[in-house]
């Protein structure tokens, strides 16, 4: 065992040390890593002010429609609407409508008095984009919260890759009052349990549904594609198989993402009409599924509704594709861009072997001496680095700056670039001007440390004898405590893992 390994524990495979964590650990890293393997309640984040997404979509739905009211009233002052069917169901059905019929509103606002106008005399209720945008802050405060203070940091590093892995994007309306609860209720509850589960939750959760536009996928040969002409949608089908599945190169063909979107047809969300699933939640609507046996690749599924989906993703978790593209993004993550072949071969088997079991395939991960031998050369993301800082000099979170912090430096939470997730590349966050933004950051961070702390101490402690002789030069020649303090979040031993 290397005395670098306590480091490496923390940092490869964790969200950077805590004061004391590094002493703590150094006996046995791989023990305290695969110790924090076994209790899957602490991905967990208990907050009981965060509300469940089914609630956020319905409570957004139910301004959105007292705005489109407002709005018509204000249009016609003599008139007051009283039909919900009045305010144009087609831009709901663009936030998840499934099947309507009347039911009442979430939030409700109370009665208008007798021959008052509704818009007028209801009292003031949270508009549309405050309720996301409220969503979208307590849960990212939550998070950070959270990373600042756990004690099983791979565990947050896992469920942190996995909801990369299957992303969705705030910056898409609807998903904005989401996409913190789709990480809660769809990533953190599987990120130690089967593969499987997490790809059927993730699927079946509304904000995959709105993010990649399957909410509004209609089967053409459906009798809701029939009597209104709507059409198939492809975005999902074609995600799965390329990138939350087999993979690149994973031996699908665009006839396989055509069948696949067709069997996913029907897969919506509920609205706040629909008398048989609770608003906002998933809802399957036959009136919208394509009928017919379908083949995806080379087996044919026969005709049915929901569980033809349900089989085809059962199949598509356990192809052997699946497995070396999650071995392979996995290892790739954790230890280096061209990752060892024969951890990534290690981690293939593994997946295989247990049916994609999550855990098994962490232990795996941490038991390889592959994953330890590397050296520490990817540059920490934009994230990991504000959470890095907070933890090593015991910060107080301040959520709403860090969430504007972690944006100019290019990684704004729960928005990445494209369905492919925040890349690993370290080129992505060593640009200059993003050093710069770290740099900063580094300043504001010294100034805001414990006064009393040594900086020579400090990186004693989070480092030991990771810590190279430039940066311990550097920071025992520093002028001033900040400056010392500066130089060891700049550091290559800080900035890298």
């Not at 409570?59 to 429609?65: C, E, G, I, P, V």
């Not at 303090?485 to 031993?493: A, G, K, T, V, W």
Request: hydrophobic content about 45%; aromatic content about 6%.
């Amino acid at each position: 065992m290397s005395a670098r390994d306590a480091v490496t524990a923390l940092r490869r495979f964790g969200l950077g040390p805590k004061p004391g964590e590094r002493a703590r650990i150094a006996a046995d890293p791989r023990g305290f890593l695969l110790q924090s393997l076994t209790d899957r309640a602490k991905a967990q984040i208990a907050d009981t002010g965060l509300e469940p997404s089914h609630v956020v979509f319905a409570a957004a739905m139910a301004a959105q429609r007292r705005q489109r009211l407002a709005r018509a009233n204000a249009a016609e002052p003599g008139t007051i609407m009283q039909d919900g069917a009045k305010e144009g169901m087609q831009d709901t059905a663009k936030e998840g409508a499934a099947e309507a019929a009347p039911a009442p509103e979430p939030r409700q606002a109370p009665q208008p008095a007798p021959g008052a106008s509704a818009a007028i005399s209801a009292p003031p209720a949270e508009k549309l984009g405050q309720i996301r945008r409220e969503a979208l802050l307590g849960e990212g405060a939550a998070r950070f919260r959270h990373a600042a203070a756990t004690d099983n940091a791979l565990v947050e590093r896992l469920v942190m890759f996995w909801s990369n892995h299957f992303c969705v994007s705030a910056n898409k309306g609807p998903v904005r009052g989401m996409a913190g609860a789709y990480e809660r209720e769809a990533i953190r509850p599987h990120v130690l349990g089967r593969f499987v589960d997490m790809l059927l939750a993730v699927e079946r959760h509304p904000a995959m549904l709105v993010y990649l536009d399957n909410h509004v996928s209609v089967g053409p040969g459906s009798r809701a594609g029939t009597n209104r002409g709507l059409g198939l949608n492809e975005n999902l089908a074609r995600e799965i198989l390329e990138l939350h599945t087999l993979g690149v190169g994973g031996g699908y063909t665009q006839v396989d993402v055509t069948s696949l979107a067709r069997i996913l047809t029907g897969w919506t969300i509920a609205n706040l009409d629909n008398p048989r699933a609770e608003p906002g939640r998933f809802f399957f609507a036959p009136p919208r599924h394509e009928p017919g046996e379908w083949t995806v690749l080379g087996k044919r599924y026969p005709a049915g509704g929901v569980e033809m989906g349900e089989a085809v993703l059962r199949d598509l978790a356990a192809h052997r594709a699946t497995a070396r593209h999650i071995a392979s993004k996995l290892a790739r993550h954790f230890v280096a861009a061209e990752p060892p072949p024969s951890l990534v071969a290690k981690l293939e088997r593994t997946f295989l072997a247990t049916g994609g079991d999550l855990a098994a395939l962490a232990r795996t991960l941490v038991e390889a001496p592959e994953a330890w031998a590397a050296p520490p050369v990817k540059v920490l993301p934009p994230y990991d680095f504000l959470v890095a800082v907070m933890r090593g000099f015991t910060l107080e979170p301040r959520p709403e700056l860090l969430m504007r912090l972690s944006a100019q430096l290019g990684q704004p939470l729960w928005r990445p670039p494209s369905p492919a997730g925040w890349p690993d590349a370290d080129t992505t966050w060593a640009a200059p001007s993003a050093l710069r933004e770290r740099l900063r950051i580094a300043e504001v961070a010294a100034r805001q440390a414990d006064r009393s702390a040594d900086p020579r101490r400090v990186a004693e402690d989070l480092f030991g004898a990771a810590l190279g002789a430039p940066t311990a030069e550097a920071i025992a020649r520093a002028e001033v405590r900040e400056q010392g303090l500066e130089l060891l979040i700049m550091s290559p031993e800080f900035q890298r893992r």
